[in-house]
């Protein structure tokens, strides 16, 4: 399946007249991996870099949405693929009941970290931090990924982690199931930050009054 969604991925960017390199690499340690293709994207001089997992699937228009924002660093949320349920974007680090539904009312939402099963990037930020650019961090009293470790540094460069929430509902992650937008738990979460909102303008309304 992702082997498919690729193809058409590069296939329909390269139909829109864009350079596309497909760079993969196969390690058992994942901070390897991550660390030798971003400065793989350097070497090459590359303008964006596309981070895609292998347990993935998107529409082919990905890339050149994604690239469309013209912002430093967007993603796609998405679903974890074991329970509890929810999905791997999180406005608050750490704050893990907190995710972020695959529905918004913002077409961006600034997260502050996301898997990055599917991201794109200014390959040019990774000028502004230091290697090791990818590493496994206490925080918090409690471990964090590579993936949340780069994109704090990246945050403490100045550079923001957005989410594209109109492209978030349509990538789905494979595991015994393909899970996507179509869970029940998407509809409960986006519900319950409704709530939270009309609550929140009520007790600010009757502070003001």
Request: with cysteine.
């Amino acid at each position: 399946m992702f082997t498919s969604a690729l193809v058409e991925l590069v296939k329909t960017t390269t139909m829109a007249g864009i350079d596309v390199h497909v760079i993969y690499d196969q390690s058992t340690i994942l901070l390897a991996q991550r660390e030798r293709l971003a400065k793989q994207a350097l070497k090459i001089k590359a303008d964006y870099a596309l981070w895609l997992d292998s347990d993935m699937i998107f529409p082919s228009t990905t890339a050149m949405r994604l690239m469309g924002h013209n912002v430093d660093v967007v993603c796609s949320n998405y679903m974890k693929r074991s329970v509890p349920l929810q999905t791997v974007a999180y406005p608050e680090r750490g704050n893990w009941d907190n995710w972020l539904p695959l529905e918004g009312d913002q077409e961006l939402q600034e997260v502050e970290g996301v898997g990055m099963g599917c991201m794109m990037m200014k390959t040019e930020i990774l000028k502004n931090i230091e290697p090791p650019f990818f590493n496994f961090e206490y925080y918090d009293g409690d471990w964090h990924g590579e993936d949340f470790y780069f994109q704090q540094k990246l945050r403490n460069a100045g550079h923001k982690i957005l989410i594209d929430m109109n492209l978030s509902f349509q990538v789905k992650h494979v595991g015994q199931w393909a899970f996507g937008a179509n869970l029940g738990v998407n509809e409960e979460k986006r519900l319950d930050n409704e709530v939270k909102k009309i609550t929140k303008l009520k007790k600010v309304r009757k502070n003001a009054e």
